[in-house]
C-alpha cells in the first residue's frame, strides 16, 4: 500500500512540474515609437542610401526597420509581436500627404506590424484629418490594427463625426486581441495626460482618464477576452516632474493586470526596460533611430525578462527594396500635390553650409532658431511691408521652440535640400475649414512695447515650469533676464534691430504707448493671445491692429501670400524658411547660396544674467516685483517685532 501512495505522489509531483513546464511561452516583442513620418535616413535626408551599406552617416529609414524586423522573426523560434506606441506621422514632407495616401500606416502593414496606438500628432490635422487618414489607408492596403482606448467624441459638434464613423467601422478601434502561438493577447492604446495638453487640434474629442480607462480595458480583455496577457501600447511616456513618477510609472502601480507597457511620446532614450511590480515597461527613443527587442518568458500569466536589446538603425543595415520602392514611388506625389506651386522639388537644392546649424530643445538660444526667426519676419516683411508706409514694418519676430523640430546637417556635400529644410518647421495647417493647406501660416498684429516685454516673460516664466517648448528664438530684437527676479518680471532689457544695422533701447514701461508690428505663426499667436487667461491676467496681451483696435480673430490677420487670387492664401511659414535661405549670398561662386557664418554660433540675443543683488532684483520692477518686496519688508519687519518682544520678555 505505502509503495502505491509514494508512486502516486511520484506521478503528481511529474504531472505538476510538466504542467509548469508546459505553461511556459517564449514572446519576442519588437517596439518603436514617434517614427513622426521619418520614412528616410537622416541628417541629411540626401546622403540617405538605402540600397547600399558602409557609405553614409544617416540614422533611421523604415526600409532598414523592415530589414532589422524580417531577420529578427527569422532568427527567433517562438511567436514576435510587432507594435508602435504612436506618433508615427508628423516631422517630413511624407506627412503632408498622408490625408489622401495613408502611406505611414499601409508602410506599417506591409512591414508586419500587429498593432500601432495614436498619438498626438496623429491629431494635427483635426479629427477630419485623421479620419481621412485612417480611410485612405484602410481602402489602400493592409494596415495594422489602429487602437485609442480614451478617446470622448463629442455628441453635440459634428467636426468629430467622421472619426465616429471610423470607431464603428472598426479601422480604428478601442482594443484588440491577437493570438501569437500558444498565447492569447489583449492590447489597449493611451493617451497620456501631457500628449493630450498638446493635441490643441483633437477638439472637440477629449480624452477621457487614463488610469480609469485602463482598469476596465484591463477587466474586459481578461474576464470576457480571456487573454493570457495584457499589453498597454502607451502615449503618456517617461518624464518625471517634480519628484513623481512618470505617467507610463504611475500607470503601472495604479493599474494591476499589465503585462507590458510600450511607452511613447516622451521620446525617452531608455536604455533598460523599467520594471515596477508586475509591469515591463519599454521605450525606444525616437524618430526610428534604433528598435527595441524584447525576449519575454510568460510564465502563470507573469511576464519575465529573458533579454532586451537595442537595434541602432543605420548604414549598417541594407534597407528592404520592396519598403523603399513605395516610399519612392510617393515623392513624385508630394511633389505634384505639394511642392509645385511653390516650384520646389523634393531634393532640391537650396544653400550649401560649411558647418551643422544646430538646434535642441533645450532653454537656450540656438543658431536655427535665429536662422528660422529672421526668416520669420523677412517673409512677413517680403509680403506685408510697404515701404510707402513705416508704420507697416514688421520690427521683430517670435517663435517657439517647441515647434522646431530638427537641426541642420552639412553631412557628406554640405549641400541642404528641400527636404531637410521642411524638417526644421514640418508641423501645423491652417486653422480655418476652407484653409487646410500643409503649415502654419503667418500673422502679423501690432503690440505695445510692454507686451513685447509680456511676450518674452512667456520664456522666462513659463518655460521653467511647464518646458523647453515654452522656450522662445527671436529676431529684430535682443533681450537680458535675470532668472533669479520675481515671476513675470524678469525681463530687464531689450533692444529693437539687428547685427547688421545695430539695436537700440526699447522702453518698454507703460508711458510708451507706441504700437509695433511683430510676426509669428497662428499657432504661436493663439498662445500669445490667451496667455493672460493661463497666468490670472498678469501676462495679458491684446493683438491689435495698426489703429490699436483689439483683433478677435487671428485669421483675419493672416498674411495673404497672393492677393491677386480671390480668398486668402496664408502664408506658410516652412515655405518662407526655404525662401529665406535662397536670399543668402554665393559666397564661392557655384551657383548656390552659402549659409552666413551669423548662423554658426549663437548671436546673444537672449541673455540670462542671473543676479541676486538688490539692485538688480528691484531695478525697473512692476507692480509685482514692489509688491512683493513690500510683503517681505512687512514680514521682516513683523519678525522683528516678535524677536524683540522676545528678547525683551526674556531679559526681564
Known amino acids: 500500500m505505502k509503495t502505491n501512495i509514494r508512486l502516486l505522489l511520484f506521478f503528481y509531483v511529474i504531472f505538476v512540474f510538466a504542467q509548469s513546464i508546459f505553461a511556459q511561452e517564449h514572446l519576442t516583442i519588437i517596439h518603436t515609437n514617434d517614427l513622426h513620418s521619418e520614412l528616410m535616413g537622416y541628417p541629411p535626408t540626401i546622403d540617405y542610401t538605402p540600397n547600399i551599406t558602409g557609405d553614409d552617416a544617416t540614422i533611421g529609414g523604415w526600409a532598414r526597420i523592415a530589414t532589422i524586423i524580417n531577420s529578427t522573426k527569422k532568427s527567433k523560434n517562438n511567436p514576435v509581436l510587432i507594435l508602435d506606441a504612436g506618433d508615427y506621422t508628423m516631422g517630413t514632407l511624407f506627412h503632408t500627404i498622408c490625408r489622401e495616401e495613408g502611406l505611414e500606416l499601409r508602410l506599417l502593414g506591409k512591414m508586419g506590424y500587429d498593432a500601432v496606438a495614436v498619438g498626438n500628432h496623429e491629431f494635427d490635422f483635426m479629427p477630419l484629418g485623421l479620419a481621412r487618414m485612417l480611410n485612405s489607408a484602410y481602402h489602400k492596403g493592409e494596415i495594422p490594427p489602429v487602437l485609442l482606448s480614451n478617446a470622448v467624441t463629442s455628441k453635440e459638434s459634428p467636426r468629430d463625426d467622421s472619426l465616429e464613423d471610423a470607431f464603428r467601422k472598426n479601422i480604428i478601434r478601442t482594443h484588440a486581441i491577437i493570438q501569437k502561438g500558444n498565447i492569447k493577447i489583449g492590447l489597449f492604446a493611451l493617451m497620456g495626460v501631457d500628449a493630450a495638453e498638446v493635441a490643441p487640434f483633437a477638439s472637440p474629442v477629449q480624452f477621457a482618464d487614463r488610469i480609469e480607462t485602463a482598469k476596465k480595458m484591463v477587466a474586459q480583455l481578461r474576464n470576457e477576452g480571456k487573454v493570457d496577457m495584457v499589453i498597454c501600447l502607451s502615449h503618456c511616456g517617461l518624464t518625471r516632474r517634480g519628484g513623481r513618477d512618470s505617467e507610463d510609472e504611475e500607470l503601472s502601480r495604479k493599474v494591476p493586470g499589465i503585462n507590458i507597457i510600450v511607452s511613447g511620446h516622451t521620446h525617452t532614450k531608455l536604455e533598460h526596460p523599467l520594471i515596477v511590480g508586475d509591469t515591463i515597461i519599454i521605450q525606444a527613443w525616437e524618430y526610428g533611430k534604433r528598435v527595441g527587442v524584447l525576449d519575454i518568458l510568460l510564465q502563470n500569466g507573469i511576464a519575465k525578462i529573458e533579454s532586451y536589446r537595442y537595434i541602432p538603425v543605420d548604414d549598417t543595415i541594407p534597407g528592404d527594396a520592396s519598403v523603399q520602392r513605395v516610399i519612392d514611388q510617393h515623392i513624385s506625389i508630394i511633389e505634384k500635390n505639394i511642392l509645385s506651386p511653390y516650384k520646389f522639388g523634393y531634393a532640391m537644392k537650396i544653400a550649401q553650409t560649411a558647418f551643422d546649424i544646430e538646434y535642441e530643445e533645450k532653454a537656450k538660444e540656438y543658431p536655427l532658431g535665429n536662422l528660422i526667426a529672421d526668416a520669420l519676419r523677412w517673409y512677413a516683411n517680403k509680403h506685408a511691408y510697404d515701404e510707402k508706409d513705416p508704420e507697416t514694418k514688421v520690427v521683430a519676430a517670435i517663435e517657439s521652440s517647441g515647434i522646431i523640430r530638427n537641426a541642420l546637417s552639412k553631412g557628406k556635400t554640405g549641400n541642404i535640400a528641400v527636404c531637410d529644410i521642411f524638417k526644421t518647421f514640418p508641423l501645423g495647417i491652417g486653422f480655418t475649414d476652407d484653409d487646410d493647406l500643409i503649415g502654419y501660416p503667418i500673422v502679423t498684429v501690432y503690440v505695445t512695447a510692454e507686451e513685447i516685454k509680456k511676450a518674452l516673460e512667456v520664456l522666462t516664466t513659463v518655460a521653467p515650469l511647464k518646458g523647453n517648448s515654452y522656450f522662445l528664438q527671436v529676431s529684430g530684437l535682443k533681450f537680458t533676464y535675470n532668472p533669479r527676479r520675481m515671476l513675470f518680471d524678469r ?16 522702453d518698454f514701461s507703460s508711458n510708451n504707448t507706441k504700437l509695433y508690428r511683430i510676426a509669428a505663426n497662428i499657432y504661436n499667436a493663439t498662445f500669445l493671445k490667451i496667455i493672460g487667461r493661463f497666468t490670472s ?12 483696435n483689439p483683433i478677435d480673430d487671428l485669421n483675419k490677420v493672416i498674411i495673404d501670400r497672393d492677393p491677386n487670387t480671390p480668398g ?10 526655404i525662401e529665406f535661405m535662397k536670399t543668402f549670398p554665393d559666397a564661392d561662386g557655384d551657383g548656390i547660396p552659402n549659409v552666413p557664418e551669423i548662423y554658426r554660433e549663437t548671436l546673444g540675443r537672449i541673455v540670462a544674467q542671473p543676479s541676486i543683488n538688490p539692485f538688480a532684483l ?29 528678547v525683551r520678555k526674556i531679559r526681564k
Do not use: C, M, N
Open 491 to 506: 525681463v530687464t532689457g531689450i533692444w529693437l534691430g539687428d547685427e547688421k544695422s545695430g539695436y537700440k533701447p526699447l
Open 537 to 548: 491676467g498678469i501676462l495679458t496681451i491684446v493683438p491689435k491692429d495698426r489703429h490699436g
Open 568 to 577: 486668402i492664401q496664408g502664408l506658410r511659414e516652412w515655405a518662407g524658411i
Open 618 to 646: 528691484l531695478r525697473g520692477g512692476s507692480w509685482l516685483t514692489w509688491s512683493a518686496f513690500g510683503v517681505i519688508i512687512i514680514i521682516t519687519a513683523l519678525l522683528t517685532g516678535v524677536i524683540f518682544l522676545v
